[in-house]
């Protein structure tokens, strides 16, 4: 077993035997990167504007949106919450939306998901610009992903789980790489990003169907996580010193918190002892999540900048 590494040391920490990639330390680096970025669009004469649209009471959504609104403040983004209660309707949020894509000081459109049950989510999405589409989601932006296009607004949480391995010194060219999961959010875009050119995986989608799903898990060098059950993921599914990143977040009633319950990834404690590198839950791909939406919405207000310029 490896000793594990001073934690006030620089780059990821060593946890029992696998390597933690550390979301926040990584996301700090961006934030850092982030934040110099929109000071220099400020300066220039357009601040970096996210409008965040939530709908209902959803205690989480509200935490999530929050976390979104002081990561604005942190980075020096201007920030407008538009809150409204779950009986809007269809016609009202499209009416928000519109007026969001119309307002020239607007450079990134966020509507928190999940949206009330008589809301047609995927029509929202649409609706946004592509431009203004700072989650990424907007079929355009997607189908830029699957041309092999990487330099636009990418949905975020895989662009972050993309940057961690970076950031981890993870060699993925010629890789095997097994997304687990196949989500439009997360699986999906997943697997393009780490086949496209200069990433350079050999790329396999799993999911529920999957034959043999442990044995198709053991042959990855780097396994990605994303389907949203607890401990999923066991010790005997990964082949030993294979990276694996953990996106799962799931709440699990635990009677010993004060809280009633706890945070636990897709991925069991156990695969620590044969992982060479892994990611936290928490701290580990969500920190990542939030910093490549600033990310995003300062790319929307350079290319603001960059369109007044050629006008």
């Known amino acids: 077993m490896r000793p594990k590494r001073d934690s006030t040391a620089p780059g990821p920490a060593v946890v029992d035997d696998a390597t933690r990639l550390d979301g926040r330390a990584c996301a700090a680096d961006l934030d850092a990167r982030t934040a ?44 407008t919450r538009i809150e409204h209660p779950a009986n809007l309707d269809q016609a009202s949020l499209e009416a928000i939306v519109d007026d969001l894509n119309a307002d020239s000081s ?35 932006n ?31 060219r010629g890789k095997r790489a097994v997304v687990l999961g196949r989500s439009r959010i997360v699986g999906m875009p997943m697997a393009l990003l780490l086949a496209a050119k200069g990433a350079d995986a050999t790329v396999t989608v799993a999911h529920s169907r999957t034959e043999d799903l ?51 990834g897709d991925v069991d404690e156990a695969v620590a002892d044969v992982a060479s590198k892994m990611t936290p839950v928490p701290g580990g791909v969500g920190p990542m999540t939030i910093s490549m939406l600033m990310a995003n919405t300062v790319r929307a207000a350079e290319a603001c900048l960059t369109k007044q310029a050629t006008h």
Request: charged share 25%; glycine share 10%; proline share 6%.
């Open 36 to 79: 110099h970025r929109a000071a220099a669009c400020t300066e220039a004469g357009v601040q970096p504007h996210l409008a965040v649209v939530i709908v209902g009471d959803d205690p989480a959504s509200h935490v999530y949106v929050a976390s979104k609104v002081r990561a604005c403040e942190r980075l020096g983004l201007r920030s």
């Open 106 to 140: 607007v450079h990134g459109i966020l509507v928190q998901s999940p949206l009330p049950s008589h809301l047609d989510e995927e029509a929202i999405t649409d609706r946004i610009l592509p431009s203004k589409d700072v989650d990424g989601f907007h079929p355009v």
């Open 142 to 172: 997607l189908g830029r992903l699957v041309q092999g296009r990487t330099d636009g607004l990418l949905p975020c949480t895989p662009s972050g789980v993309m940057e961690l391995l970076r950031w981890g010194n993870v060699d993925l």
């Open 214 to 264: 442990a044995k198709v898990c053991a042959e990855a060098d780097v396994l990605v996580a994303a389907v949203g059950r607890p401990g999923m993921v066991q010790a005997s599914w990964v082949k030993q010193g294979a990276v694996v990143v953990d996106v799962g977040i799931n709440r699990v009633d635990d009677d010993t918190r004060e809280r009633g319950w706890r945070l636990e």
